[in-house]
């Protein structure tokens, strides 16, 4: 049952005639102006890691969420995979012996402490909000109480946009809710990636992700490169 705290945030982001498909945003927004943090995240998650960002605040909010998806690894990846919050109060001296790539990425972003909180009903899980900060140290009780009430909210914003699936389409699963990029071209390119290179359809997707960040470029600019056949890969491709 939703906190009174999570009733009245729901209101507030529904307030003023919110089109279904801008609640997302309006929810991390206001989530960025309640809490002391720099950014939020809202990520799409399924079994196989991050499906895309929902929604992102200004600030380094966006290209974190985008680098998550393009590494699969980071707080959302670990706090989806567990179920349980991911609270890193210092990045720099607790990030590297977790996600090294990831970590350096952020600190360069003027990143120093990472919230994930997960959004799940029952055992399905649906995303994760994620929280930047540019200082250190862990989230006050009563923060993180708001933080969690905000968690609750996204959760019920996920499954309104579910329920809100055009006619024709499933509602079972996250791959109803639209995210900010199309990451069809990214499942399309795995499948090319695994048959030029003999790998899995896992293993092809390590390997987009990894010359991805390796050259420095969002997984789904690459993943239209493979797509137009601009970009080959081969069987003894290690990056």
């Known amino acids: 049952m939703a906190s009174g705290r999570t009733r009245q945030i729901l209101a507030e982001v529904a307030g003023g005639g919110v089109d279904v498909a801008e609640l997302p945003g309006a929810l991390v927004a206001r989530c960025a102006a309640a809490l002391p943090i720099t950014g939020v995240g809202l990520m799409l998650m399924t079994d196989a890691g991050p499906a895309g960002t929902v929604a992102a ?15 699969g690894e980071g707080a959302c990846v670990d706090c989806s995979r567990t179920g349980r919050p991911v609270l890193v109060a210092d990045l720099a001296a607790q990030g590297p012996g977790r996600w090294p790539a990831f970590t350096g990425e952020a600190l360069a972003a003027g990143v120093a402490a990472v919230f994930a ?38 959760t019920a914003v996920l499954l309104h946009l579910q329920s809100h699936t055009p ?16 990451r069809a071209q ?54």
Request: charged share 20%.
């Open 117 to 154: 909180l997960p959004l799940r009903v029952g055992g399905i899980r649906l995303g994760v909000l994620d929280l930047y900060r540019e200082v250190t140290g862990p989230l006050a009780g009563s923060d993180l109480a708001e933080a969690l009430a905000f968690a609750d909210a996204a």
């Open 57 to 71: 605040s200004d600030g380094p909010a966006g290209a974190l969420e985008e680098l998550q998806f393009t590494l």
């Open 186 to 239: 990214v499942h399309q390119a795995t499948g090319m990636v695994s048959v030029q290179a003999g790998v899995s359809l896992a293993s092809a997707l390590l390997l987009l992700r990894a010359r991805a960040f390796a050259t420095g470029r969002p997984v789904a600019d690459l993943a239209h490169d493979v797509l137009t056949r601009l970009v080959h890969f081969r069987s003894d491709d290690t990056t």
């Open 167 to 182: 006619e024709g389409e499933t509602a079972l699963g996250p791959q109803t809710i639209p995210v900010l990029d199309d």
